[in-house]
């Protein structure tokens, strides 16, 4: 028999309690109120091991009773993780990671006081980073891609969606998805590609006629070139309208991509609403959302995602947490990670969910585990340490979940597991 086996953990978070709910992220034991919850939302075990074949976890549990039935001596690998605590492998659900050029001239502009649509409206912002991804080969965006990729895994992301958005036009999108194709099949990380055309309106085009080439030229050939799995639109006061995203988004569906939805981010056009009229996998960012859009998004079984990064580095608001703890729900945490949210941590985007936000390390841990697997269409032991779950994993160099947002000017992770593998540290 061929097995690994990390043996002696401190900790094992294996996922969510069953009380706290399924692939839906509901609990049944809320209490309608926006205080913390009183029940333990994680299942975690003391003096615990973990027991992995080909690629799979097979068996978590007490590390005692396992290591009797799966010797540590017999196995081709064996994982001291004595005094560690042992996670799931963190999924990061939202991010921009392909990209070319440097904004970081933006980011003092911003403590300036120019806001994000004031740059934006000078050329700036994303249209800047267009300009620098059409003047980038391929093979540059696969290398810069890649270094990203590595210091996530480094940081304990085992899945990271991907997408595309600084192309806007045919070409150009398509190279982009082309680099995430390219980096995935180099790197062990799981990389979700999602196209993003409909990011911004270029230069010199009109909302109208730009979303018609969406339609018309650029979903036809992103399909044809079979790497996005999603389609996302930014729907935002003077990017995209809700009809126009709802346009893009409904072709999209007939390309047989998936929809998803930057909603409500500055004003709250509806967005939130036309994800769960369509539905979408999720819709990510919800700054302005009401509670009738949650309960709409809840209730179509649309995943909400909070971006904290984009908060600290705007120096904006945080989202309000209360409306989903009112319904038992945990929202899934993304990095966000951009020219102009940098930030590869998921460690970091945990303290952000808690000290921004006002998630418990609890919900923290499942909004970037379990949850944001849910947000990109994952099963519901993607992000898990359970029975038959993908074995990715990630042993911090820490007591305790507790730790990972607490400690957050380190890497606390210490060695990272994809399918069973040693892939980083170790």
């Keep these: 028999?061929?097995?690994?086996?990390?043996?002696?953990?401190?900790?094992?978070?294996?996922?969510?309690?069953?009380?706290?709910?399924?692939?839906?992220?509901?609990?049944?034991?809320?209490?309608?109120?926006?205080?913390?919850?009183?029940?333990?939302?994680?299942?975690?075990?003391?003096?615990?091991?973990?027991?992995?074949e080909?690629?799979?976890?097979?068996?978590?549990?007490?590390?005692d009773e396992l290591t009797r039935d799966y010797p540590i001596e017999n196995a081709d690998t064996a994982i001291d993780?004595?005094?560690?605590?042992?996670?799931?492998?963190?999924?990061?659900?939202?991010?921009?990671?392909?990209?070319?050029?440097?904004?970081?001239?933006?980011?003092?502009?911003?403590?300036?006081?120019?806001?994000?649509?004031?740059?934006?409206?000078?050329?700036?912002?994303?249209?800047?980073t267009v300009r620098a991804v059409r003047n980038a080969s391929e093979d540059e965006l696969v290398d810069r891609l890649l270094g990203h990729l590595e210091t996530m895994l480094e940081h304990g992301t085992t899945t990271v969606e991907v997408k595309s958005g600084y192309g806007l036009d045919v070409d150009t999108e398509q190279k982009l998805l082309s680099a995430?194709?390219?980096?995935?099949?180099?790197?062990?990380?799981?990389v979700v590609p999602t196209f993003m055309g409909a990011h911004a309106v270029p230069e010199n085009t009109d909302a109208d006629d730009y979303t018609d080439t969406v339609i018309e030229q650029q979903l036809p050939a992103i399909a044809d070139q079979g790497i996005a799995k999603f389609c996302d639109v930014f729907c935002e006061d003077g990017v995209f309208t809700v009809e126009q995203s709802r346009r893009i988004l409904e072709a999209g569906i007939d390309h047989g991509l998936t929809p998803k939805i930057h909603a409500d981010e500055f004003e709250n056009l509806g967005g939130a609403s036309l994800a769960a009229e369509l539905p979408a996998a999720s819709?990510?960012?919800?700054?302005?959302?009401?509670?009738?859009?949650?309960?709409?998004?809840?209730?179509?079984?649309?995943?909400?995602?909070?971006?904290?990064?984009?908060?600290?580095?705007?120096?904006?608001?945080?989202?309000?947490?209360?409306?989903?703890?009112?319904?038992?729900?945990?929202p899934a945490i993304g990095s966000d990670f951009n020219p102009n949210c940098y930030?590869?941590?998921?460690?970091?985007?945990?303290?952000?969910?808690?000290?921004?936000?006002?998630?418990?390390?609890?919900?923290?841990?499942?909004?970037?585990?379990?949850?944001?697997?849910?947000?990109?269409?994952?099963?519901?032991?993607s992000g898990t340490l359970k029975t038959d779950a993908p074995a990715d994993?990630?042993?911090l160099d820490a007591p305790s979940y507790r730790h990972l947002p607490y400690t957050y000017d380190v890497n606390l992770v210490e060695t990272v597991l994809k399918d069973g593998a040693v892939v980083s540290g170790g």
Excluded: W
């Design 54 to 63: 080909n690629g799979t976890v097979v068996a978590t549990g007490a590390a």
């Design 180 to 190: 995430i194709d390219r980096a995935a099949e180099r790197h062990p990380i799981d």
């Design 343 to 381: 930030a590869q941590s998921m460690g970091f985007a945990a303290t952000l969910a808690c000290v921004g936000v006002g998630m418990t390390p609890a919900e923290a841990i499942l909004g970037i585990t379990t949850r944001g697997a849910a947000a990109i269409d994952h099963d519901e032991r």
């Design 81 to 128: 993780a004595s005094g560690r605590c042992v996670l799931p492998g963190f999924v990061d659900c939202h991010t921009h990671a392909v990209f070319a050029g440097d904004r970081s001239d933006e980011f003092e502009a911003k403590l300036r006081g120019k806001s994000y649509q004031e740059i934006l409206s000078e050329g700036g912002g994303i249209l800047r």
């Design 1 to 52: 028999m061929s097995y690994t086996i990390i043996h002696d953990a401190n900790e094992v978070v294996v996922g969510p309690r069953e009380s706290t709910g399924g692939a839906a992220g509901e609990s049944t034991e809320s209490t309608s109120t926006a205080d913390p919850p009183d029940e333990p939302l994680l299942d975690t075990i003391p003096d615990a091991a973990v027991v992995i």
């Design 283 to 330: 819709a990510d960012h919800l700054l302005q959302s009401s509670e009738d859009d949650i309960d709409a998004l809840i209730n179509a079984d649309v995943t909400p995602v909070l971006l904290p990064g984009t908060a600290f580095g705007l120096g904006g608001d945080y989202p309000d947490l209360g409306p989903y703890r009112e319904r038992g729900v945990v």
């Design 393 to 395: 994993l990630v042993i």
